[in-house]
């Protein structure tokens, strides 16, 4: 109608807005979720940290089931509202759904299999997903506002095969040529380095301690020093 431009077949088809790239080569999917990464340098190498809010939706059907089966809501719609207001004991349900329960992060470009890997969510605070330093490599990620995509495995094939493949814990060596993917850089070589500097002419060198509360309260004295 009227003088519209008509639209060839090719259009449709071609650039990023064409079938093939918009519909066809990647499509937007349930139990996923997206945020910007920070370095969480408490984890483990094989966790995560994900947002409480996050994690709430990611793992909504599994906090529901089990809100049911403990009795804690009589039914699905019940337990749904306790969700949406956030209950004290949504939370401590979520805790115990994601315990052995991995999730996946990617981070796009994914140009090689460590672009995409397993982790044991913790819950943390906050709208940033935590990483753990050591794996930034793999992703080629840092932490200037990069954001990384979150999968939640549904089945229990799904969840076993991410904990096995793909785990970053197991996830050492660099698929390529078999080198460490895992090393330490930056804050963590000072920090080793300054841990095992040794300096002869230190104060009371040699002290011998019970244990490391007695190190501490020296340490506040002033009866020892970092070195």
Known sequence: ?????LKSLSHMLKGKQGRFRQNLLGKRVDYSGRSVIAVGPSLKMYQCGLPKEMALELFKPFVMKELVQREIATNIKNAKSKIERMDDEVWDVLEDVITEHP????RAPTLHRLGIQAFEPTLVEGRAIR????????YNADFDGDQMAVHVPLS?????????????????????????????????????YYLTLERKDAVNTGAIFNDTNEVLKAYANGYVHLH
């Open 1 to 5: 109608p009227g003088n519209r431009p």
């Open 103 to 106: 999730v996946l992060l990617n």
């Open 156 to 192: 229990k094939e799904a969840q076993a095969e991410a904990r096995m493949l793909m785990l970053a814990a197991q996830n050492i060596l660099n698929p390529k040529d078999g080198k460490p993917v895992v090393t330490p850089s930056q804050d963590m070589v000072l920090g080793n």
């Open 131 to 138: 990483l753990h330093p050591l794996v930034t490599t793999a």
